[in-house]
């Protein structure tokens, strides 16, 4: 029983250690440490955001994997990569990222409360609107284009990231 007992402290311990480095951490950092955002991050720089998404906030990120960026078009992502297409790379991480801490809990809440839908702001100034579909929270942007919510509560020092399924595209 105390072998046990000692087992339990060492985890929950642990899991209070991991959740205080985290926190440590900003968004930045947090997308930087995950080996499914390389694109992610490659994008943050090439659109010179890093000091950006590195300031107070807090911001909620909906964070696109590698796979998500890989469903674009042949050619799409390595064309937003180039220097001349930074407003247009600026217009769609922006088009990601909400102002405000808004947890998981938060999101499902702003739905229920909009009678099955919730219209976050983006702080590239459009709109996604936000449901649940099969028990999962699906985003929607303005074109029509879905992302389902696959990780929810990424905790940083400025703010939050979930991780989504597609590349949301402003109209």
Not at 34 to 57: C, F, P, Q, R
Not at 125 to 142: N, R, S
């Amino acid at each position: 029983m105390k072998v046990i007992k000692k087992t339990v402290l060492f985890i929950a311990a642990g899991l209070f250690a991991v959740n205080v480095v985290a926190q440590k951490s900003d968004i930045v950092d947090v997308a930087v440490g995950s080996a499914d955002h390389t694109t992610l991050v490659a994008a943050v720089k090439a659109a010179a955001l890093v000091e950006t998404l590195k300031s107070k906030g807090p911001f909620t990120v909906f964070a696109p994997t590698n796979a998500a960026f890989a469903k674009l078009p042949a050619g799409t992502v390595d064309n937003l990569l180039k220097p001349e297409s930074k407003s247009t790379l600026v217009a769609v991480l922006t088009y990601h990222v909400v102002a405000g801490n808004i947890n998981a809990k938060g999101v499902i809440e702003a739905i229920k409360n909009g009678k099955g839908k919730a219209v976050l702001s983006t702080v590239a100034g459009g709109k996604l609107t936000a449901t649940i579909e099969e028990g999962k929270v699906i985003l929607t942007d303005e074109n029509g284009g879905k992302s389902t919510v696959v990780a929810t509560d990424l905790l940083a020092s400025n703010g939050i990231i979930h991780v989504i399924d597609a590349v949301l595209l402003p109209k």
